[in-house]
C-alpha cells in the first residue's frame, strides 16, 4: 500500500495497494475501494491478504493482484488480525469489534474499545488507543 496525496501530508492514509516481487518495482492494483476512501492496515494469514479501510470495507487477495471487497458493518476501523480462526476488526466507535470466521460475513460486537491497534497471539487479544490504552482480553467478543 501507499501513501498519496493530502494524507502523505498527514502520515495515515493508504489509498492504493501495490505489489511488488522486489521491493523496487511496484505495480498498483485495483481493489474495488472507492477513492475518496483510504486502508488503514493489510496482513497476511497464511492463504490470502487481507487489508481494511477506515469506512469499513475489507478486501482479500490470495495472489495481492485480484481483490474481493466486503463489508464491515462498522466504521473507523483502527487495525485487523486474524488469529487463526476468526478475523478481528477494531474500530474506535464505541461498537469496537467486529468479527468474521470466513472474512466476507461480520458481526459488530459492542463494547468500549475505541481501538486504533490490535494484535493477538491466537489466544489473546491486545487492543491500543489513544491516550496511552491498552485493553487485553481472551475471547473474540470483547
Known amino acids: 500500500m501507499e501513501y498519496s496525496g493530502q494524507c502523505k501530508r ?3 492514509c493508504l489509498r492504493s495497494i501495490q505489489t511488488s ?3 523496487v518495482n511496484w505495480t498498483v492494483r485495483t481493489s ?3 477513492a475518496s476512501n483510504y486502508f488503514v492496515d493489510i496482513i497476511w ?5 487481507s487489508a481494511v479501510t477506515y469506512q469499513g470495507s475489507v478486501v482479500h487477495s490470495i495472489d495481492g493482484v485480484n481483490w474481493s471487497i466486503f463489508y464491515v ?3 473507523r476501523v483502527g487495525a485487523i488480525v486474524y488469529s487463526g480462526s476468526q478475523y478481528v476488526i477494531a474500530s474506535y466507535r464505541p461498537n469496537g469489534t467486529s468479527i468474521s470466521s470466513d472474512g466476507e460475513t461480520w458481526t459488530v460486537q459492542s463494547n468500549d474499545g475505541y481501538f486504533k ?3 493477538t497471539n491466537g489466544a489473546v487479544y491486545v487492543g491500543v488507543s489513544n491516550g496511552g490504552k491498552i485493553s487485553s482480553s ?3 467478543s470483547s
Open 10 to 12: 498527514q502520515g495515515h
Open 21 to 23: 516481487p522486489d521491493l
Open 32 to 34: 474495488g475501494v472507492n
Open 45 to 49: 494469514n497464511g492463504e490470502q491478504f
Open 73 to 75: 458493518g462498522n466504521d
Open 117 to 119: 491497534g490490535l494484535a
Open 138 to 140: 481472551s475471547n473474540d
